[in-house]
């Protein structure tokens, strides 16, 4: 079986690695020998000349057993010896202090990146590369980027209400945003871990990503897969920025795989992060169904929380909705959760209705969506 | 008073500590103001994408308290974690294991200098930042770099002796260097750091040093000096490099400045590293006469261990010979030989036979240092 997941970053990873543990092992009789998980590229951020993938990341370390469960960001047992001594450096020249602190252990990472990209070698490979560290292959797992090129999420904010300074990001794709008078583009990172997503924003825009191609290998993942899955990952910045990228969402619409995703928000609430915010950024209400509407064009099926099937909000002609308890707080949750998301594709894939259903599905992709590409 | 000191790495940056030591606290009358130092910038070096000034790092520590003393290089305190990581990928990927560790607390500095320079900030800015974070300017200390341009040390070597692979550094200077079929180049920490100074070397040359530049400063230190240092730093690779940016040797024959330096042989034996090796390198006996004709064009006063003063070698009609016991064991060894060097200087100064003795200097630069400009 060939299973193809779209993913951001930790509740991305934490569900593919329940999905690793529903699966038989690797050797097998009816193994699986390929999971490709493409992965979010639009809340990469270049720090300190350092380029860093939180979402690559997050999925190599919680894949390969070197994650932070408990910090649930960077690498377990995670020293700060090099930041304190920026941080020290930043003090002396009366800098601004700096609000994303690298570890040492992930510093490694960074470092090893931002070098084979300065020698011209593709994220895809450079990804692929580090991957190897952790054992990916053994796993069964292929890691993509969604794309090879630069596009990067950047929140349109009041630039009063968070001011750019010296220990802003400095992203170069900003400059080609339209900001209206008294705003600017935060980079999506500024926004969500300096200011605690907090101010309001007025747009989400991944820029770049109108002129992104694909990384290779990503189009014929999903048109070639037995299945794909939406992982509970952010809507808006994690899948929203994946689907920015042109052609990945035409090939999600394509596949004769069912699309099967798994409902981030659970009577409302985001299950982890700041999904409600990102959804209030983009004009959406933070439900169920409303977060479902967002990939109504390319969903088979919809996993929800009890209680979750139902209510108001836009109709969703297009794929069958299922419940299944959503708190993913153990490792068996997970696997449980994603064992429910194959079930409910094997159902899909047995469906005489499916091809039905999708000629009932709009064809074009949600406002909230498409406004995002710039 | 003016000092304008040349220097290497630890040794240079012993002998400057001892000078600060030897001078009178800041503030006092008559206390200098400024001691501006000429850093050797030849044995720089890029590795995993980080700019590496080994000298101007190994200066400003020492200065400003954050060497390891023991060790000899680096910071003290230090700790490996990321080269740790970096090993793990290393090992992963099946590639030779590195020979240069980074130390967290040193990766910062070389983090924020890659940024800078990445930024187009030269080097000589790049420095001065970084010596705030150890107070140098409030020691009286400049730190100059030689040139704000790239030229490195290389070493030609016999290409069986020690092939280049996957570790070794790629200095797109090596690429214009004129090597014998059989022969390539080194880059200069690659023989002495991996290699131990070992394979013979068939030629010492700094790549790029024809076309350097003197950094903001240089040449205006050396003129205006009222007295210059020479301390007892690598004659060839540290001193020898920082003589082969055009314009510097001739502005140190010129600066009415008495010129003083210090020997770093003991009875024809380096004071620590691999002096004899590296004299060895250029066709050039290890004695500190010898070593001294290096300079003979330049140099007023030189400083020997006793029993060092007299013996066979090229003579020196232009300089005084004055001995001192020179093996610079403690902090309390390098401020009395600093103070000597002083002392000789302040002699010079008032000494009517300087210009007489001066008209005796050879005129130009010995073959060993001229053939090191490439």
Do not use: K
């Not at 992965?39 to 370390?61: E, F, Q």
């Not at 994650?67 to 003090?91: C, M, S, V």
């Amino acid at each position: 079986m060939r299973i193809t997941a779209l993913s951001g970053g930790v509740g991305g990873a934490r569900f593919l690695r329940g999905l690793l543990d529903a699966l038989p092992p690797t050797g097998e009789p009816g193994a699986t020998t390929e999971v490709t998980v493409v992965g979010n590229t639009a809340d990469d951020v270049t720090l300190r000349g350092l380029r860093v993938c939180p979402d690559l990341d997050s999925v190599t370390y919680t894949l390969g057993g070197g994650a932070d469960e408990a910090r649930g960001w960077g690498r377990e047992g995670e020293t700060f010896t090099t930041a304190g001594e920026l941080a020290a450096h930043d003090a002396a020249l009366g800098l601004p202090p700096q609000w994303f602190a690298l570890g040492d252990r992930d510093t490694a990472t960074h470092v090893l990146r931002t070098r084979m990209l300065a020698d011209g070698v593709p994220l895809g490979e450079v990804t692929t590369a580090l991957a190897a560290r952790w054992g990916l292959a053994d796993l069964g797992v292929r890691l993509l980027p969604a794309t090879d090129d630069r596009a990067e999420t950047h929140v349109l904010v009041d630039a009063a209400e968070a001011p750019l300074d010296a220990a802003s990001v400095r992203s170069p794709l900003a400059a080609g945003l339209d900001a209206p008078p008294g705003t600017h583009a935060l980079h999506f990172q500024e926004w969500w871990v300096r200011h605690g997503a907090r101010p309001l924003p007025r747009a989400v825009v991944v820029a770049g990503a109108a002129a992104a191609r694909p990384a290779p290998g990503v189009l014929e993942a999903v048109a070639t897969a037995d299945v794909v899955l939406l992982p509970p990952s952010n809507p808006v910045v994690s899948l929203g920025a994946v689907l920015a990228v042109p052609g990945l969402r035409d090939a999600l619409r394509r596949t004769p795989a069912p699309v099967v995703g798994v409902s981030p928000l659970v009577g409302g609430r985001p299950v982890r992060g700041h999904a409600d915010a990102c959804l209030r950024a983009v004009g959406v209400p933070a439900t169920a169904r409303d977060v479902a509407a967002l990939y109504a064009d390319l969903l088979d099926g919809w996993l929800v929380a009890p209680g979750d099937e139902h209510g108001d909000g836009p109709a969703l002609p297009g794929a069958v909705v299922r419940a299944e308890p959503l708190l993913m707080t153990t490792r068996d949750d997970a696997a449980r959760i994603a064992r429910a998301a194959l079930d409910l594709a094997a159902d899909l894939a047995a469906d005489a209705d499916l091809d039905v259903r999708r000629r009932s599905r709009p064809t074009a992709a949600p406002a909230a969506h498409a406004g995002m590409v710039a």
